[in-house]
């Protein structure tokens, strides 16, 4: 088993910067695939950024990239999102997931593991 716990949310200005914190306990050593997504009120959940912890690669939702990044620690146990340059269409719940396979990135149904969500609220 798998339990991850995010942390960082919370509410900024647009242009404004935070940075989410994925805590994974458990048998963090079997993750292959780990990932952040978002999801809006009566919106679909949406991935924003994902990576292979072997260091494989890294994928970003359109909408994102050149603003957030996505990073783990050495130790592999610790998954961040680094959000700059931050937008009211922003704002969301967001998740840290995980999968111990090599799974489509930003496709949330291919995680198996999941964190409660930490908020992010972005005002204009």
């Known amino acids: 088993q798998v339990q991850l716990v995010e942390s960082g949310g919370g509410s900024v200005q647009a242009g404004g910067s935070l940075r989410l914190s994925c805590a994974a306990s458990?048998?963090?050593?079997?993750?292959?695939?780990m990932g952040w997504f978002r999801q809006a009120p009566g919106k679909e959940r949406e991935g924003v950024a994902a990576?292979?912890?072997?260091?494989?690669?890294?994928y970003y939702h359109n909408s994102v990239k050149g603003r957030f990044t996505i990073s783990q620690d050495n130790a592999q146990t610790t998954l961040y999102l680094q959000m700059n340059s931050l937008e009211p269409e922003d704002t969301a719940m967001y998740y840290c997931?995980?999968?111990?396979?090599?799974?489509?990135?930003?496709?949330?149904?291919?995680?198996?593991?999941w964190g409660q969500g930490t908020l992010v609220t972005v005002s204009s």
């Open positions: 997931a995980a999968d111990r396979r090599f799974v489509t990135p930003l496709v949330a149904s291919q995680y198996t593991y």
């Open positions: 458990g048998h963090t050593g079997t993750i292959l695939s």
């Open positions: 990576i292979y912890t072997r260091g494989v690669g890294t």
